[in-house]
């Protein structure tokens, strides 16, 4: 089984900062890649930030300047540094794994159980 715990969420005032972690843990052979989505009430889940295992990132053009990810590799944790947080922002935030397993052999998605960002005007 494979696991994805996060971490980091909360309430903070407009223009704020935040900082999400996600750790992978269980039968894990490689991690192709690693992201942030996020579901706001009455909406569709919706792309926040990717990482691939090559360095390349991609943005919402929404958070574009603003948040950050990044990974280590060496703890299966990916991060999401989230600044001058605006209401909109505000949404359960997961994260996804692209995990290969050992256990049984095979490659599938893995989602964390979210965790509320909740920015205030």
């Known amino acids: 089984q494979v696991q994805l715990v996060e971490s980091g969420g909360g309430l903070v005032q407009a223009g704020g900062s935040l900082r999400l972690s996600c ?67 505000t949404a359960v935030y997961y994260c996804n794994a692209k995990i290969t397993t050992m256990t049984p052999i095979q490659r599938r998605d893995y989602w964390g159980q979210g965790t509320q960002v909740t920015v205030s005007a």
């Open 23 to 89: 750790a992978a843990s269980g039968s894990i052979f490689s991690i192709n890649a690693m992201g942030w989505y996020r579901q706001a009430p009455g909406k569709q889940r919706e792309v926040v930030a990717t990482s691939t295992n090559g360095g390349s990132t991609r943005y919402a053009d929404s958070v574009k300047g603003r948040f950050t990810i990044s990974r280590d590799n060496a703890k299966n944790t990916v991060y999401l540094q989230m600044n001058s947080l605006k209401p909109e922002d």
